[in-house]
């Protein structure tokens, strides 16, 4: 397992992340934004450790700030204008939308990173593949296409490097063209892999009435504490929704909702919420951290 949270049931897994990622599609007050950046950035970079953070910083910030760029350049609405360029206003509240834009974007990527990690194929089918048995199959091979292709193109490079015909021999057309030699190889081996992959579920008895099906997955008290703690988070979370602390509007000028004790309390359970992962990491260390500390007292 890549983290203690990873361990638990796929139930709550999935509850979590579809949470999370409803959550930050959703709600554009600048508090919830920056708690969901903050949070699906640390728990991205609890998985996948240096990886995550070379995404973060070569990848994803760029994009957020050219999607914080482009905003007031192409949306002109708004009521305060800061300045005006080629007749084009570039006001406060387009350069505040386009923050939140890129914000809630970032977020997002980061958020269905950590469940690409999290929620692997045999979680996703032991969950639906009773209920939806083609569509959860389809889904588990389609989350698995992007690894599975960046592998497989690795072995077909080599292998043709062996015989001269990589990108990096001959001059340009030569590389062209065994450019697209690979990527023709590669076609052809994802389209039988993924005929070999339905032969072989169907063979299996896959989506027939009454199939058993053999899972390591049990729903323990551990899983049942987490779930009513993810619960009452996610109840004080929708219940503020609906109270309106979550309400903001950028046009035509800004306008929030004030910040009252309940406020605080729905941020500090969204904040809960989101870094429920990094907390039970956090505390599976210290128990783990105090159990050695006990052993080796004794």
């Not at 579920?201 to 703690?229: E, N």
């Not at 602390?245 to 046009?251: A, G, P, T």
Request: net charge positive.
């Amino acid at each position: 397992m890549r983290d203690s949270f990873s361990s638990y049931h796929p139930a709550i897994n999935f509850f979590y992340f579809a949470s999370v990622i409803l959550f930050s599609m959703f709600f554009m007050h600048p508090v919830l934004l920056l708690i969901s950046l903050v949070s699906s950035m640390a728990y991205s970079i609890l998985l996948n450790g240096k990886k995550a953070v070379k995404f973060n910083f070569l990848y994803l910030i760029p994009a957020m700030i050219v999607i914080c760029i482009a905003n007031p350049a192409f949306n002109h609405e708004g009521a305060t204008i800061l300045v005006y360029i080629n007749d084009n206003p570039i006001t406060v509240e387009s350069i505040c939308y386009g923050v939140a834009a890129a914000v809630m974007f970032g977020s997002v990527i980061l958020w269905f990173s950590c469940y690409n990690a999290v929620m692997t194929s045999d979680k996703f089918i032991y969950l639906f593949g009773r209920v939806i048995p083609a569509l959860s199959l389809v889904f588990s091979m389609v989350l698995r296409f992007v690894p599975k292709l960046k592998a497989q193109i690795r072995v077909i490079s080599q292998a043709q490097k062996c015989i001269g015909r990589d990108v990096a021999n001959g001059n340009l057309m030569q590389r062209a063209q065994n450019g697209i030699k690979i990527l023709s190889i590669l076609t052809t081996w994802s389209l039988e892999n993924a005929i070999e992959t339905a032969d072989s579920m169907r063979s299996r008895g896959y989506g027939l009435k009454g199939r058993t099906s053999f899972s390591l997955f049990r729903f323990d008290r551990r899983d049942g504490a987490a779930l009513a703690v993810l619960a009452a988070l996610f109840l004080l979370v929708c219940g503020g929704a609906i109270l309106g602390e979550n309400n903001i509007r950028y046009f035509p000028t800004i306008a929030i909702t004030e910040i009252t004790a309940f406020s605080l309390v729905v941020y500090a359970a969204y904040a809960g919420l989101c870094l429920l992962p990094v907390i039970l990491e956090i505390w599976e260390g210290i128990k783990w951290r105090n159990l050695r500390l006990s052993r080796s007292g004794i």
